[in-house]
């Protein structure tokens, strides 16, 4: 079984703070990584996705991967109130097909 | 566009009933997906239909069936369910069975 671990939350940061949300994963071949946020009561909204080594930006997030070390993690910029939600972390396994989540970290931010 | 749609958004049910979730999305994505989500609990994946095919099942208990009607559809049947069977059902669907996946809002199902 594929695990893939997140930073147990929750993270609680100062409105307009950097909010910075950890995963690492077992699979050393995976090669799809995506990050996902989950309101409370709603269905998770994919916001970033990452294949290759380094930093992908997209506005105030910023996705970071690192395969040698196994790690992927997500940025927030001016985090908004508005941010405050589950982040989930997901690993594609190799040969496509099934993703594997994360628990999830659960984000305030607090005005 | 990246939209998946779910019917109904929710569903009380009892243990002795059939009911059918749909879902359906018009992105021409070729890869489409069961799961159910527990409260404070990740996604787990159920069924994964590729090219209309069942490709995956997650060893689910048949009062789950899963139907794929054509590229654009996917149902989920449920007959004689029990109570723990009580979740967040969530729809999704990528391009293909490798790229990123599109969640819908959900049926949030009550089995009592």
């Known amino acids: 079984q594929k695990e893939v671990e997140q930073n147990s939350g929750p993270l609680s940061v100062p409105e307009g703070a950097i909010a910075s949300l950890n995963c690492t994963y077992s699979d050393r071949v995976s090669q799809s990584f995506f990050w996902y946020r989950q309101y409370s009561g709603k269905s998770p909204e994919l916001i970033m996705s990452i294949y290759s080594n380094g930093d992908k930006e997209d506005g105030r997030f910023t996705a970071q991967l690192n395969k040698a070390s196994q790690y992927v993690s997500l940025l927030i910029r001016d985090s908004q109130p508005s941010d405050s939600a589950t982040y989930l972390c997901?690993?594609?396994?190799?040969?496509?097909?099934?993703?594997?989540f994360g628990e999830g970290t659960q984000l305030t931010v607090n005005p | 566009d990246t939209e998946v749609t779910q019917t109904p958004k929710h569903l009380v049910m009892g243990m002795t009933n059939k009911k059918s979730l749909k879902c359906e999305q018009h992105?021409?994505?070729?890869?489409m997906y069961w799961y159910k989500q527990k409260a404070k609990k990740p996604p787990e994946l159920m069924f994964v239909y590729s090219y209309e095919k069942l490709s995956i099942n997650e060893s689910v208990p048949s009062r789950f069936s899963p139907e794929c009607p054509n590229s654009s559809l996917l149902n989920l049947h449920l007959h004689a369910l029990q109570p723990e069977d009580s979740a967040l059902y969530l729809c999704?669907?990528?391009?293909?069975?490798?790229?990123?996946?599109?969640f819908g809002q959900g049926t949030r199902l009550t089995v009592v």
């Open positions: 992105m021409g994505h070729r890869a």
């Open positions: 997901a690993v594609m396994e190799t040969s496509g097909s099934r993703l594997t």
């Open positions: 999704a669907s990528s391009q293909e069975h490798d790229s990123e996946a599109f």
